[in-house]
């Protein structure tokens, strides 16, 4: 009986390789390139001088837009991640009150599949100032709310809720179609067996669709959680990090710092920083997911 | 039991529909009026006349076309590149018989926690270093590695299930693995191949950063990159702006009309990869 295919290493060669150097090459290398390039102080043009760790110590120490870039791209995740459980409990009464409820989701989701440019400039547009033609101040103008209206992306306070809410908003059906898919995915039966047993309703959720739907959980938290991480493109499109840094996250951080001051070392150290963060935080979350399954089974 | 009011539920249903559907009417609205119309402040109304000069504004000035034809080409040739070298390697990892296959497989699936914009700058250094920056190649190339992680996962995934009986056959019939690929395997593989289709379209159809980066040249500019600009251009004529936006929005709502549910499938299998 043959399993599985005994080829000659030139084969797999001709199968693998292709790809996999391809993949090396524009993933891996310039992520070594990258941690390379954060110990060198080095302007793009003139020769790169290597300070060892010296980029990190500003980052760290002496960089006062560095931290509060950081603390704005955790909350940016825990905002993120806030929408999850209301988009289950949204994805369970679907199930349970409509027979056909993908076409409601269907359009729940189709702001998920347009570009950020395009999804940003429409919020730009939305919350322009009324002078501009802008929904939001426009609407509350005329509900007599004029002292609600605000210029909701020059304003240090008020810019970066303006754009965790324009993200929420983009991203609303994706976790709300994962969460759907998981619920649907639930047999019947068990439902059934429960309610013989004299558990429905939310009794039943307790007790059947919680505890089987936490891989599922975990999936939406992982992409909302990475997904802020580099949250950069609604960033980049809407402020660029304006005004005076205030939207500033650490990936928009990186990217001013090498593309627009030209500090190709210290924009690399911060994107040494930002790789680290994804791997330790997505290695955290699997860990913490794995016990909770291991606590449910 | 307390349960809930159905017409509050209904309710609750119907508010997502007007939140994520409204904005984009309002833009369609905004779109058709003239720049008088969308200063002075009736969100709601209809236009007055509709405009489709706006579109002829934005159609003639914004090079239109062009862009969108760039971005047929960059996504096209990207996803024809994904789905072969992907394809091989998924069917190397999950049929051969050899020591470094479950290797392989990390090195791709550590490759999906990595955030792309981290490797902006090393890319542009390299680039510039072989002198295909400011090439559509210069986005390819990233494109198709960033895409291959979720490509290989999904299809391996699927090829791990198929009967060997099928593969054992045409092998006692002389058919050699090329051959066994080539009319057995991806014949067979199409179901997934439309997921990896449809995730790799979304993305790279939608990228922004690396355009905005790597392309410098207007006539090189993918849709996405090429809205940004003329936002930038033309930022007083609103109602054109509204145009742009919205035929740069249109190619993808159109796609998503025919196929919602087959993307709706793809989107959920491409998150489901972790």
């Keep these: 009986m043959m399993k599985v295919l005994k080829v000659p290493a030139r084969t797999i060669a001709v199968f693998v390789l292709p790809c996999l150097l391809l993949y090396v090459c524009l993933v891996f290398v310039p992520i070594v390139v990258s941690i390379y390039t954060g110990l060198l102080k ?92 802008g929904m939001l101040n426009g609407v509350l103008t005329s509900l007599g709310l004029e002292s609600w209206t605000h210029n909701w992306l020059t304003e240090p306070n008020i810019a970066m809720f303006a754009l965790y809410f324009v993200s929420l908003w983009q991203y609303f059906g994706y976790h709300l179609l994962i969460q759907f898919t998981g619920v649907q995915n639930i047999p019947d039966e068990l439902y059934e067996a429960a309610k013989i047993d004299g558990a429905d309703g939310f009794k039943a959720d307790r007790y059947i669709t919680l505890p089987l739907i936490v891989p599922i959980f975990k999936i939406s938290i992982v992409l909302a959680f990475i997904g802020s991480l580099q949250a950069f493109d609604l960033v980049m499109v809407m402020t660029g990090g304006g005004p005076a840094h205030a939207t500033d996250v650490i990936s928009t951080h990186m990217y001013n710092s090498s593309f627009l001051s030209f500090k190709y070392g210290y924009g690399s150290a911060i994107a040494t920083f930002l790789v680290a963060v994804c791997l330790v935080f997505t290695g955290f979350i699997n860990f913490f997911f794995n016990k909770l399954e291991k606590k449910y089974n | ?61 914004g090079s239109y076309l062009k862009f969108l034809s760039n971005s047929v080409f960059v996504t096209a040739v990207t996803m024809i590149c994904v789905i072969l070298l992907s394809s091989m390697v998924a069917y190397a990892i999950s049929r051969f018989r050899w020591k470094y296959g479950n290797l392989v497989m990390t090195i791709f699936l550590m490759g999906m926690m990595i955030p792309m914009q981290a490797t902006l700058l090393p890319l542009m250094i390299i680039f510039k270093n072989v002198h295909i920056l400011n090439t559509h ?20 995934g699927f ?50 950063i690396l355009a ?63």
């Design chain 1, 42 to 133: 080095w302007d793009g043009l003139t020769p790169s001088n290597f300070i060892g760790l010296g980029n990190f110590k500003d980052m760290f120490f002496n960089d006062p837009i560095f931290w509060p870039s950081v603390r704005r791209t955790l909350l940016y995740a825990v905002a993120s991640m806030l929408e999850i459980p209301l988009c289950l409990l949204m994805a369970i009464l679907l199930n349970r009150y409509l027979r056909k409820a993908n076409t409601l989701v269907s359009i729940y989701f189709t702001p998920v599949i347009l570009s950020v440019v395009i999804i940003g400039q429409l919020w730009k547009t939305i919350y322009n100032p009324a002078s501009m033609g």
């Design chain 2, 1 to 61: 039991m307390r349960k809930f009011n159905k017409g509050l539920v209904y309710l609750l249903f119907a508010i997502p529909v007007i939140t994520q559907l409204y904005p984009l009417l309002w833009l369609l609205m905004y779109s058709l009026k003239t720049n008088e119309e969308i200063l002075d402040g009736n969100f709601f109304a209809f236009p007055r006349a509709v405009q489709w000069s706006n579109y002829k504004t934005a159609f003639e000035s």
């Design chain 2, 137 to 156: 190649l210069s986005l390819i190339l990233p494109y198709i590695a960033f895409s291959t992680p979720v490509s290989v996962f999904i299809l391996s």
């Design chain 2, 159 to 208: 090829m791990k299930a198929i009967p060997h009986e099928i593969e054992e056959s045409a092998f006692i019939d002389g058919a050699n693995v090329y051959r066994i690929f080539r009319s057995i395997i991806l014949p067979v593989s199409v179901p997934p191949m439309m997921t990896v289709c449809i995730l790799t379209f979304i993305n790279i159809w939608n990228e922004y």
């Design chain 2, 212 to 274: 905005a980066t790597f392309i410098s040249s207007e006539k090189l500019k993918t849709l996405p990159f090429g809205v940004y600009t003329f936002v930038s251009q033309y930022s007083v004529n609103y109602g054109a702006i509204g145009a742009f936006l919205v035929m740069g929005a249109l190619p993808v709502i159109l796609i998503y009309f025919f196929l919602s549910n087959q993307i709706t499938k793809g989107m959920v299998a491409g998150a489901v990869k972790g």
